[in-house]
């Protein structure tokens, strides 16, 4: 059985603060993404890794950072947590694609749900 | 850049009707459009999916329409059940520069399926 497990369910900041999201997958996939869901603006891309300590900017990077040393780990860092970062993280990962075509299922986390105050 | 508009953004249906979402793309190069439901309080799941060489696929209750010339996609589910309850996101593919092909996602269409 597939499982992507987001470390915190819920967390509470202060602004300023910095902020870990660790994300964890045991299915040996290539491929990690982080999104922010935020009521109604959908899923939005933050950073994605396509390798170990490969990755590549998304939509929406500004103010964060991401890591990933090993393949099975995929951390979302907020060097100074602001309040407009108050949102539902979700992780998510996916098997390398065969070439040509974009198709694959993301196999999602349960979702952080972070409060800056 | 690339982008999905996603209607509508709420919508009602009595028990045992159809539901349809539709959604737009921008990027002719996307090739790839899966489907993910969301239930309350749970992580989103993939339902259908679809590829640009394909007009129209069916799972049950549940198709998926791709109209190329238009960029239009759409949703379709007959039969509602209360189980069908809940928040719908489409997704279109874009390649990055790094050549690893991410998912475009609409903004969500919240589905409520009335006993």
């Known amino acids: 059985d597939v499982k992507v497990t987001q470390s915190s369910r819920y967390l509470v900041k202060r602004t300023g603060e910095k902020v870990f999201l660790e994300c964890v997958q045991d299915?040996?996939?290539?491929?990690m993404f982080w999104y922010r869901q935020d009521p109604g603006l959908g899923l939005r891309l933050i950073y994605f890794?396509?390798?170990?300590?490969m990755k590549e900017k998304g939509d929406i990077p500004e103010g964060y950072s991401v890591s990933r040393e090993k393949k099975e780990r995929f951390s979302l860092i907020l060097e100074s947590a602001s309040t407009n970062q108050t949102s539902m993280y979700l992780c998510?990962?996916?098997?390398?694609?065969?070439?040509?075509w974009g198709t694959g299922e993301l196999f999602f986390g349960e979702g952080s749900r972070l409060t800056v105050l | 850049g690339e982008n999905v508009e996603q209607h509508p953004s709420t919508l009602s249906v009595q028990e045992g009707d159809s539901a349809v979402i539709k959604c737009t793309y921008s990027?002719?190069?996307?090739?790839?459009f899966p489907w993910y439901k969301q239930e309350l309080g749970k992580r989103p799941q993939l339902i259908i999916d679809?590829?640009?060489?394909?007009g129209e696929k069916k799972d049950q209750r549940i198709a998926v329409t791709l109209n190329k010339t238009a960029k239009h996609f759409s949703l379709h589910i007959t039969e509602t059940q209360p189980e069908d309850s809940a928040v719908y996101f489409c997704?279109?593919?874009?390649?990055?520069?790094?050549?690893?092909?991410?998912?475009?996602f609409g903004t969500g269409t919240r589905l409520k399926v009335l006993a």
């Open positions: 990027d002719s190069a996307s090739n790839y």
């Open positions: 890794s396509y390798d170990v300590k």
């Open positions: 997704a279109a593919s874009r390649l990055s520069t790094s050549g690893t092909y991410k998912y475009i």
């Open positions: 998510a990962s996916r098997t390398r694609l065969a070439s040509g």
């Open positions: 679809i590829r640009s060489n394909v």
């Open positions: 299915m040996d996939h290539e491929n």
